[in-house]
Structures are given as C-alpha cells and as structure tokens.
C-alpha cells in the first residue's frame, strides 16, 4: 500500500470542517496491541503542526548539489519517502493518520513482514526513513532490528514497539537506531521530529563515515605501517600494511599486535631488543627470543605515559635464518585538543631496500678507497721516478777546471702528485752546456708521461745538442709523430739554449715558451712586445710536422743570472680577480738580487705564494736558474766584429739585463 499524505485540518470535537484522511480532535483510538499490550495513539490535532518541508535543508544531498547514489531524491520533490514493518491493521491504520497530519509530504509504504521490507529496500532505495515493528511475522524482537539496519542503502530506522523498556530501547540505539517510540505515547507532531532529525542524523552519520572511509582507504594505501593505540595498549587504527606487518611477524617498525598475539607470542617466534633503549640510536632485534613483545610493548607504553618522541629510529630485525630487515620507527604521543594524552601514534616504514643500496655503496666506496689507495702509491712511485730525473749534481763545465763556469739552481712544484714541466742540463762539449726547460699543456699523468717522452728524446739528440735551433725542430718532429695519434690535442713549449764557458754567449731557440728573465747586476730584463723584429718565436712542439725556430745569442759576464722559468710561476689569480705576469716578476727578483740564488728562489716562490687569492699555485711550477761563476776570457770572432751596446741597431746595457731576442746569431 502506498499513498502520499496532504496535511489535514480538524475544526471541532464533531468533526466539523474535517478534511478527508484526517482524525476527529478530542477522540483517542485505543488498539488492543496483541502481545504487546493495549495501544493508545493520540490525535493529531493535539499536536501543533510541523514546519513546512520548504524551510528544511535537503538533507539527502551531497555536498556539491549532487544528488547522492546511496540517498538519490524522492519521485516528488520534497516529498519524504517512508517504509512502515507493521503487522497490526489498526497500527497500520493509526500510524497513517498521523502521516498524514504531518506539515510536509510524506510518501509511504506498508510491508507486514520483514522479508518483503528487506526485498523492498534491495529493489528500491530511494527510501528515507525505516518505521519498523520489532515483532513480525517472521522475526522477533532484535533480530529484527539487526536484519533491517543492514539494508543496503543505509536507511535510517525508528523503532516502534509496544513494550517500554528503557534497555532495549538503549540496545538498538547503539546498533544503530535513530529513536525508540513506545505505541501510544507519541503523536504526529514527535513523529514528525523524529523522522526529520533522524533522516538529518542519518545524513551527517553517512558523511562522517564517509570521511572516515576515504581516510582509511588512504592510510590503507601507504607503504608504511600507521598505528595508534590508547593508553591501555588497545588498538584504536592501524592501517593494511601494519596489520599485515603484525601478523607475519616482523613487527620491526609497528611494534606488537593484540589481533597477530598468536603469531607473534608464539613461542621462540618473537624477538629480543638491545640494550640501547629510547633515542633514535639504531636497535638490533633477534629474532627468537620471548622478551621482545614484552620490551616492544613497554616501548609504546613510554611514550603514551610520558609524552616523550621517538624519532626516526632505526631498528634491524635478524630472523632465525639470517635474513634482516630494517626498519626506521617514529613514536609520538596522541593527544586532545586540550593537550591531553590519550595515547600513542606509531609510524614505521621498511627501509631494507635503501640500507642495502647503502651497503652496497659503502662496500663500494671501500673498494673505491682501497683502489684509490693503490693509484695513490702509484702516484707517489711515479712522482718519485719523475724527480729523479731532475739533475741531482751538475757536472763542472770544463772538466778539469778548478771552479765550475756556470752554476745551477732549480724549483719544481707540481700542481699535482705529477706535473708536466722539467728541465734538463746536458753537456754538449767541453766547452759548452745545453739548457732545456719544457712545459707540457695541462698536467697530471698525462703530461708526465709526455715529460718522460721528452726527456728521453732529447737524451737520443746528441748530434744536434750544440745547434739549438736544429735540436727543437727534431725534438718537434719526433713529438709529432706521437702526439698525433691522441685523441685529443697535446703540445709542449720549450726553451732550449747552449751556453760557452770560454765565451759567456748563450745561443738559444724558443718553442713558444716564456722568455726568460735575465738579471744583470741589480737590474732585471724580460722579452719587450715588439721589439727585436718577426721570428724570435717558433709554435710550440708537436703541433706542427715542419717548423723552424730562430736562433738568437745572449753575451752574459760574470755575476749575471738567467732565470729559466714556466708560466705557472705568474699564471696566478690574485684576490681582486686579475693574473699576476711575468713584468710583476721582475721587481721581486730586482729587489732580492743581493741574495744568493737559492735564497732568491725561494722568496720568489713566497712573494707569488702571498699575492695568489689561494696561497697556492694553479699550474705546475719549474725554475731553472743559471749563474755565470767564472767565464773564461776568449770570444767568438763574430761577436768581436759586434758591440754589446750595439746588436742590429739595438742597445744592450751592460748596466742591466735583457733578453737577447733582439739580435740573430749569423
């Protein structure tokens, strides 16, 4: 039976003016009730009149506008659609009057018993109240209840009942009733609350579970085990990943399972903690031991008493068979919005995979250190070879004279273990000493090894050593041969001379290398931009197949010092940004030159030092300096022809120094 009810006015106690479907006023029904004892429904005149659906929100919306899938509107708008389980006819009868009476629509339907109530909720659920009988046909009492308050659509339920017991009436309420009635002590105008509170109830109960289930279906989601117990260890969440965790038995990042007690508590099944207790110090747990529930149990226990965190602590769990599993742990206290404690929250997340990619690294950084260890000796090996062909002893030049004609003083420092500049000092003849100062680009083993391929060429150049420029046009040629099989480019300047100890005069060419300095008395002299003509160059070594290097002379005197040196010495960042260059070098060496050589050398290499940005040098270092001691006193004839003050047109002061690369040697 279905019918919807329009509101039903009564004038007078004779009925006067009664709409159709409405009770007489100042009458009451009394209905023998059955087994639950006389009934007795008030009319519904007595009751004042409900407020009109069009002022009351649409409670079976979602939020949006929506109409929900559980709760999709009634076939009339506002209109609120309502299943009666009533056997009794003259209930029947009697809760339809009071429908009707009510100030909003009602649309309703009556099944007598709960089979055909429940079929109609799984056929239709556009239902929005349950009015339900406990005792039918074909169920009793709470049985009743429980069977309709799984319905499919979660449809509110209003208990009618006969009997008056305040117990019972608790018990269905906290299965899930809105409200208990008692037969004959409600009217319309209760039974109307009833329904709209219950069905708002009902609505804001669906979104509150609804929150709770998108939040349990998300923490379901995550990887790492969330928990939360109270302050008497009780489970109050916990999410699939922990649950799962606990009733494998690993327990390592969640701690200890009531619902997983059997697997974990079995015996020799649980695990045993070490003593580093609270911190975020990591723990090792040994599996197997009985202690480890009891210890993991105190261990959440803590922390819900005492408010005190737990951090990010790593634990390792060790089965029996070996395997381990780690585990990072963090505890926090739970609490109201007052700050009350009111128990723990555990967060645990399995970080095995990462503490074995950090084995894996460590064992190879171990094995990269231990390499490095080896390249390091290497190195060092290397380095100590790569010294030892750095002249130890000078011989003296000539041989049987008592005091040698030039002396020799050197500096070398590497950029690093290896470098790619050196220098060589060979005796040529009797009478005459070959000087060879190279700079191999870049530096490491590279150019060491260059250095090394230098060294040995210019060993193997002895019937060129006296014509300095034929000497490096075969050393390029050489070079060439085997740099051009590299990758990458690679070149070597280089600055070759020979020196006679009869005469003083140095012949020299240059393979693109720095000029030297010369220090004559107190003055000091480099190469001057543009002086001296085209060609006192040649390109450095290996670049080209064919190169010819121009040969120039140098008169030196007694006293007179030539400084040998790589661009490393100036190429240096100073702390405003700019280089040092080789101009900056000549004051220094001008304001030392009352020192001997040797202390020269090493407060040149100090003054760079403090004016570098780093303390330090960038590029390899090498410093060859020759000191004319005791010079014989024959000359060449054609330097006789010429005069010192006066090369090609150019002044050379003997009161000072300079670079004889503005005259050619013919």
């Given at each position: 039976m279905s019918e919807v009810a329009r509101p039903g006015v009564a004038v007078d106690g004779k009925g006067e003016g009664r709409r159709e479907g409405t009770d007489p006023p100042g009458t009451a029904l009394l209905q023998p009730g059955g087994d639950e004892g006389p009934v007795l429904f008030l009319p519904a005149a007595a009751s004042p009149r409900l407020e009109s659906p069009r002022e009351l929100p649409d409670l079976r919306r979602e939020a949006g506008g929506k109409t929900g899938a559980e709760k999709p509107q009634s076939e009339e708008e506002g209109t609120v659609s309502v299943l009666v389980l009533?056997?009794?006819?003259?209930?029947?009868?009697?809760?339809?009057?009071?429908?009707?009476?009510?100030?909003?629509?009602?649309?309703?339907e009556v099944r007598d018993r709960l089979a055909d109530g429940l079929e109609r909720l799984r056929q239709e659920p556009r239902i929005d109240m349950v009015l339900c009988d406990l005792s039918l046909p074909d169920s009793q009492g709470l049985d009743t209840f429980s069977q309709i308050?799984?319905?499919?659509?979660?449809?509110?339920?209003?208990?009618?009942?006969?009997?008056d017991d305040e117990q019972l009436a608790l018990k269905t309420v906290e299965m899930g009733g809105q409200d208990y009635l008692v037969k004959g002590r409600f009217d319309a105008a209760l039974l109307g609350r009833v329904i709209r509170y219950g069905i708002t109830r009902a609505e804001l109960d669906r979104r509150i579970e609804d929150e709770r289930s998108l939040f349990k279906r998300v923490i379901d989601q995550l990887p790492d085990t969330i928990y939360v117990k109270d302050l008497e260890g009780n489970y109050l969440l916990d999410n699939i990943a922990h649950a799962l965790g606990e009733s494998s038995g690993n327990g390592g990042s969640a701690g200890f399972s009531e619902r997983a007690a059997p697997a974990h508590n079995a015996s020799g099944a649980t695990c045993r903690i070490s003593p580093a207790e609270g911190g975020n110090e990591e723990r090792?747990?040994?599996?197997?031991?009985?202690?480890?529930?009891?210890?993991?149990?105190?261990?959440?226990?803590?922390?819900?008493?005492?408010?005190?965190?737990?951090?990010?602590r790593t634990e390792v769990v060790e089965h029996p068979g070996g395997e381990k599993h780690w585990y990072s742990t963090t505890k926090v206290p739970f609490r109201d919005r007052s700050g009350r404690l009111?128990?723990?929250?555990?967060?645990?997340?399995?970080?095995?995979?990462?503490?074995?990619?950090?084995?894996?690294?460590?064992?190879?950084?171990?094995?990269?250190?231990?390499?490095?260890?080896?390249?390091?000796?290497?190195?060092?090996?290397?380095?100590?070879?790569?010294?030892?062909?750095?002249?130890?002893q000078y011989r003296t030049f000539p041989r049987t004279a008592p005091e040698p004609a030039f002396r020799f003083h050197s500096r070398y420092v590497p950029a690093e273990a290896l470098g790619g500049d050196f220098f060589h000092v060979v005796q040529v003849s009797d009478r005459s000493v070959g000087v060879l100062i190279c700079d191999v680009m870049g530096h490491g083993v590279r150019a060491a090894l260059v250095t090394a391929l230098q060294r040995a060429l210019a060993e193997g150049m002895a019937d060129v050593a006296g014509i300095p420029s034929a000497f490096l046009a075969k050393m390029n040629g050489a070079l060439h041969g085997i740099l051009r099989r590299l990758g990458s480019p690679l070149f070597s300047t280089a600055f070759y001379g020979v020196a006679d100890v009869e005469t003083g005069l140095l012949r020299y060419a240059n393979a693109g290398?720095?000029?030297?300095?010369?220090?004559?008395?107190?003055?000091?002299?480099?190469?001057?931009?543009?002086?001296?003509?085209?060609?006192?160059?040649?390109?450095?070594?290996?670049?080209?197949?064919?190169?010819?290097?121009?040969?120039?002379?140098?008169?030196?005197?007694?006293?007179?010092?030539?400084?040998?040196?790589?661009?490393?010495?100036?190429?240096?960042?100073?702390?405003?940004?700019?280089?040092?260059?080789?101009?900056?070098?000549?004051?220094?060496?001008?304001?030392n030159a009352g020192m001997e050589t040797e202390t020269l050398l090493d407060r040149l290499l100090a003054e760079v030092r403090s004016a570098s940005r780093t303390g330090g040098f960038h590029d390899d270092v090498c410093i060859l300096a020759v000191e004319a001691s005791k010079l014989g006193t024959k000359t060449e004839p054609q330097a006789d022809a010429q005069s010192e003050e006066t090369v090609q047109g150019q002044t050379v002061p003997r009161s000072g120094a300079c670079i004889a690369e503005h005259a050619t040697l013919t």
């Open positions: 009533e056997d009794s006819r003259l209930d029947r009868e009697l809760l339809e009057r009071m429908l009707r009476s009510l100030a909003f629509p009602v649309r309703w308050c799984l319905n499919p659509g979660r449809v509110p339920v209003v208990v009618l009942s006969g009997r090792r747990i040994l599996c197997g031991h009985p202690r480890a529930g009891e210890t993991r149990e105190w261990d959440d226990e803590r922390v819900a008493r005492t408010g005190i965190p737990v951090l990010n009111l128990g723990m929250i555990g967060i645990g997340r399995d970080i095995t995979e990462t503490k074995l990619i950090e084995a894996q690294l460590l064992e190879s950084m171990e094995e990269l250190r231990r390499k490095n260890l080896e390249l390091e000796e290497d190195l060092e090996m290397a380095r100590e070879v790569q010294l030892a062909f750095f002249p130890q290398h720095p000029a030297p300095i010369f220090l004559k008395s107190s003055r000091a002299f480099t190469e001057r931009s543009g002086e001296g003509g085209g060609g006192v160059r040649g390109p450095a070594l290996g670049i080209f197949e064919r190169a010819v290097y121009p040969e120039r002379y140098l008169k030196m005197e007694q006293g007179d010092r030539l400084f040998l040196i790589t661009d490393g010495l100036y190429e240096v960042e100073t702390p405003g940004g700019g280089m040092l260059d080789r101009s900056w070098l000549l004051p220094v060496i001008e304001r």
